[in-house]
């Protein structure tokens, strides 16, 4: 396989447990997180993003305060969003503030824009959940235009329109890598496309492959529009251990504490240990020894053409130690096996 692929990890500062049990502030979660981060530069892992959410489970609100401080305390992973909930901020802010991150970190910057499968920012910002779709789909046209830095005028629905505009600061190099974020709507991928922005897939249950036909939807999409080839990227959760025993022992309480505390929220009946086992086995968690993971990851990457995988390394009070020996094994096992396994096709 000749494409040059990056490896990441991702986490929305799922709120752990401490030495007794009982959970850990917010502040000291956000700690721990940049101190997860300087290991993965450490480690040589080329991407870590952070998830924003507005809720007492996840402690990160504001992810590029805490990519900042990640950023001056590392030297060569890239800093990103996982997701930036677009359709509840304003797109020049947004710019404007990943800007800034691109500038404090040598030019090392991301984003990652979505709609949200969250949507407590919504009320809390003071936005109509009946406008979810116009909102993403009107600021994502005015940030697209941003990324040409350049006097624009815009105008939509939604606000008053502007008029020979342009947004400071610049950044520095280039243009800001932006992603879209896409949890399984064809209309998000063809927007990615029209756009010209690279996918970011978030797959968070079922086999993996299922997605292909929204890769090929997306490079169909891109052909039609007279776009070039864009990297495609894979967002899943995962955890790895020394052995398969023990990585799915340590995850799985975990694991379900997250999963049915959210569908409780949306629905869903509890978990049970035949679906974890079943998502580990068949799915799209990435949970076992590193040899039994990396062997996960590199068939996703083969099957859907990825240029990026991120595993999403927090599920909910999991503690920081445990998370940290796993972004160990990952960076130092997983990664160099599934190049191998990669070159070797």
């Known amino acids: 396989m000749t494409t040059q692929v990056e490896f990441g990890l991702d986490t929305f500062g799922d709120v752990t447990r401490g030495n007794d049990g009982s959970p850990l502030p917010h502040a000291q979660v956000i700690r721990d997180v940049v101190e997860e981060a300087v290991l993965a530069d450490q480690l040589g892992i080329d991407f870590i993003g ?10 990160i609100s504001a992810p590029e305060v805490a990519l900042a401080a990640i950023a001056s305390r590392t030297h060569r992973i890239r800093l990103g969003s996982s997701v930036t909930v677009l359709s509840s901020d304003d797109p020049i802010r947004v710019f404007q503030r990943f800007a800034t991150l691109d500038a404090v970190s040598n030019g090392r910057a991301e984003v990652i824009l979505g709609r949200g499968s969250f949507t407590e920012s919504f009320p809390l910002f003071g936005f109509d959940l009946k406008d979810y779709n116009e909102l993403f789909e009107e600021k994502l046209d005015l940030f697209a235009t941003l990324l040409a830095q350049q006097p624009f005028t815009w105008e939509g629905n939604l606000r008053p329109p502007l008029r020979n505009q342009l947004v400071y600061p610049p950044v520095e190099h280039g243009r800001l890598k932006t992603w879209i974020g896409v949890g399984g709507s064809p209309e998000s991928v063809v927007r990615a496309a029209h756009y010209e922005l690279p996918l970011m897939l978030a797959i968070i249950g079922g086999d993996p492959k299922r997605f292909a036909p929204y890769v090929e939807l997306y490079q169909r999409a891109l052909r039609e529009f007279g776009r070039e080839a864009k990297p ?13 025993a023990q990585a799915r022992e340590e995850l799985w309480p975990d694991y379900k504490t997250m999963r ?28 076992g020894s590193p040899e039994t993971v990396a ?20 599920a909910g009070p999991l503690p920081h ?25």
């Open 50 to 59: 952070l998830g924003e959410h507005h809720r007492g489970d996840f402690a």
């Open 232 to 244: 495609i990227g894979v967002h899943s959760p995962g955890y790895v251990a020394e052995t398969d």
């Open 260 to 287: 049915d505390r959210i569908g409780r929220e949306r629905g869903w009946p509890p978990m049970g240990r035949d679906e974890f086992v079943n998502e580990a086995d068949h799915g799209s968690l990435y949970v």
């Open 295 to 314: 062997r996960k990851i590199a068939a996703t990457v083969k099957a859907l053409g990825l240029s990026r995988f991120q595993l999403k390394y927090s």
């Open 321 to 345: 130690d445990k998370l940290m020996r796993s972004i160990e094994l990952y960076g130092r096992k997983v990664v160099p096996l599934v190049k191998e396994l990669l070159a070797a096709d």
